[in-house]
């Protein structure tokens, strides 16, 4: 296994004496403006932070595990809290300052003198007047436990146990509250990088490892040897079977895991996305991975002069409920309203995708939701509007022992719970659908 330092942010980072920049400030402005009144992305205000590139690699992975692990954990460090206040404050900041030492205090392993010490002197330069509350606060935490409390929406949590039972349903609460492994999808040698890294060899072309610095860092990150994709994820493509010299069309492309993919295969790759900024971290990623595809920023559904092709993959936007554990902002940022908005954009985007399919081809249509009306409900519609569609079969050989459920002919979903005993599987749903040649 890999050493302490590659393996897991230290909690305990080093004194600085140059106060800025600071990795407890970084996480406090990154919780602010997720759990604002914006509900902004929580990984695009920690990449977009000016401080994210000015600290080092073992401060960043610091700062990116406070705000993530109070996002995964928010209400029951409120619960904590609670009990301690006379009243809740009104300023989110003061709220998120407690929070911040809290999570030192009760989940990690940061000392109790350097967590409530760094938390108020924090205070101080950030919000001055709520410096002596936070002392006492965190002083009063040091030595109790973290209360039990569901963190998953109640309205979620219901909607887990309409579609796949009590047990199972809790047994996903549980699964996305656990900090995921770091999976990385290497082509050509997967077995000689899991060995290089102290991690395992997962599915067709997955190494699944516990590091969490920085990815820039990891052996193989220049040289474009691999990519960052979970190993649910990185399943979906080795589905197609033998792509080499077909056209393969990626629809809602970006940030370009699945299309690098389709490259190396060996498929004649054309990748749509309709935001610019996101197509250009999908173009920097396959110049890093020596990769050429033609991009294209467009709507789905304007891509007539295209043609027609042989393979349509469609990994479409939908509520993501599926990747909490990677981005746990989902639990304070979804509602229940949310889906009703992803629905028509998904059927639309299905029609475009068979617009673009040629006869006897292979359309791919994948979601990272855990709701069955964004998968298998969203497909049985699109069968009854299109009458000539036929399910494809899937060849579970092609899974290399990943434990994804059959969800109906030529459809398959994981779960995060599944794999639970090798650090969990984002959640997916897939349905291989094909159009006769005839």
Same mark, same amino acid.
């Given at each position: 296994?890999?050493?302490?330092?590659?393996?897991?942010?230290?909690?305990?980072?080093?004194?600085?004496?140059?106060?800025? %920049?600071?990795?407890?400030?970084?996480?406090?402005?990154?919780?602010?403006?997720?759990?604002?009144?914006?509900?902004?992305?929580?990984?695009?205000?920690?990449?977009?932070?000016?401080?994210?590139?000015?600290?080092?690699?073992?401060?960043?992975?610091?700062?990116?595990?406070?705000?993530?692990?109070?996002?995964?954990?928010?209400?029951?460090?409120?619960?904590?809290?609670?009990?301690?206040?006379?009243?809740?404050?009104?300023?989110?900041?003061?709220?998120?300052?407690?929070?911040?030492?809290?999570?030192?205090?009760?989940?990690?392993?940061? %000392?109790?003198?350097?967590?409530?010490?760094?938390?108020?002197?924090?205070?101080?330069?950030?919000?001055?007047?709520?410096?002596?509350?936070?002392?006492?606060?965190?002083?009063?935490?040091?030595?109790?436990?973290?209360?039990?409390?569901?963190?998953?929406?109640?309205?979620?949590?219901?909607?887990?146990?309409?579609?796949?039972?009590?047990?199972?349903?809790?047994?996903?609460?549980?699964?996305?509250?656990?900090?995921?492994?770091?999976?990385?999808?290497?082509?050509?040698? %997967?077995?000689?990088?899991?060995?290089?890294?102290?991690?395992?060899?997962?599915?067709?072309?997955?190494?699944?490892?516990?590091?969490?610095?920085?990815?820039?860092?990891?052996?193989?990150?220049?040289?474009?040897?691999?990519?960052?994709?979970?190993?649910?994820?990185?399943?979906?493509?080795?589905?197609?079977?033998?792509?080499?010299?077909?056209?393969?069309?990626?629809?809602?492309?970006?940030?370009?895991?699945?299309?690098?993919?389709?490259?190396?295969?060996?498929?004649?790759?054309?990748?749509?996305?309709?935001?610019?900024?996101?197509?250009?971290?999908?173009?920097?990623?396959?110049?890093?991975?020596?990769?050429?595809?033609?991009?294209?920023?467009?709507?789905?559904?304007?891509?007539?002069?295209?043609?027609?092709?042989?393979?349509?993959?469609?990994?479409?936007?939908?509520?993501?409920?599926?990747?909490?554990?990677?981005?746990?902002?989902?639990?304070?940022?979804?509602?229940?309203?949310?889906?009703?908005?992803?629905?028509?954009?998904?059927?639309?985007?299905?029609?475009?995708?068979?617009?673009?399919?040629?006869?006897?081809?292979?359309?791919?249509?994948?979601?990272?939701?855990?709701? %069955?009306?964004?998968?298998?409900?969203?497909?049985?519609?699109?069968?009854?509007?299109?009458?000539?569609?036929?399910?494809?079969?899937?060849?579970?050989?092609?899974?290399?022992?990943?434990?994804?459920?059959?969800?109906?002919?030529?459809?398959?979903?994981?779960?995060?719970?599944?794999?639970?005993?090798?650090?969990?599987?984002?959640?997916?749903?897939?349905?291989?659908?094909?159009?006769?040649?005839?």
């Amino acid at each position: 296994m890999a050493s302490r330092p590659d393996s897991r942010p230290d909690p305990r980072p080093g004194p600085r004496p140059d106060r800025r %920049p600071d990795p407890r400030a970084l996480a406090l402005d990154v919780l602010n403006g997720t759990l604002g009144p914006d509900r902004l992305p929580a990984e695009a205000l920690f990449d977009r932070h000016p401080a994210t590139a000015l600290l080092s690699a073992r401060d960043r992975a610091f700062a990116r595990l406070l705000y993530t692990t109070c996002l995964r954990h928010l209400r029951a460090l409120d619960a904590a809290i609670a009990p301690l206040l006379e009243r809740r404050p009104k300023e989110l900041e003061r709220l998120d300052l407690l929070r911040l030492g809290a999570v030192q205090l009760l989940l990690l392993e940061t %000392p109790p003198h350097a967590a409530v010490m760094e938390t108020v002197a924090l205070a101080r330069r950030r919000a001055p007047r709520a410096a002596g509350l936070v002392n006492a606060v965190l002083r009063k935490l040091v030595g109790t436990a973290l209360p039990a409390v569901e963190e998953v929406p109640e309205w979620l949590l219901a909607c887990w146990r309409r579609a796949y039972g009590d047990d199972t349903a809790a047994s996903m609460a549980r699964a996305v509250l656990r900090r995921p492994p770091l999976d990385l999808t290497c082509p050509n040698d %997967p077995d000689g990088l899991a060995a290089r890294l102290g991690g395992r060899r997962l599915g067709a072309a997955s190494v699944r490892t516990e590091r969490h610095g920085a990815i820039t860092e990891i052996e193989g990150y220049e040289a474009g040897t691999w990519w960052v994709q979970d190993v649910a994820a990185a399943s979906i493509v080795p589905l197609l079977g033998d792509l080499a010299g077909r056209r393969a069309l990626d629809l809602c492309a970006a940030p370009g895991g699945k299309t690098a993919q389709l490259v190396a295969a060996g498929a004649e790759v054309t990748a749509v996305d309709r935001d610019a900024r996101r197509m250009a971290v999908l173009r920097g990623n396959l110049e890093r991975l020596g990769m050429t595809a033609r991009t294209i920023v467009a709507d789905a559904g304007g891509l007539d002069d295209l043609g027609r092709f042989d393979v349509v993959l469609l990994d479409a936007p939908c509520t993501a409920t599926g990747t909490i554990r990677r981005h746990p902002d989902i639990l304070r940022h979804r509602r229940p309203g949310d889906m009703a908005a992803m629905l028509p954009v998904q059927a639309r985007l299905l029609d475009a995708a068979l617009d673009r399919l040629a006869p006897g081809g292979v359309l791919l249509y994948a979601v990272c939701s855990l709701q %069955p009306e964004e998968g298998p409900e969203q497909i049985d519609l699109l069968v009854q509007r299109c009458r000539d569609l036929e399910a494809r079969p899937i060849d579970r050989a092609r899974l290399h022992g990943l434990p994804f459920r059959d969800a109906g002919a030529g459809r398959l979903q994981s779960l995060p719970c599944d794999l639970a005993e090798e650090g969990g599987l984002d959640g997916f749903f897939v349905a291989c659908l094909s159009r006769p040649a005839g």
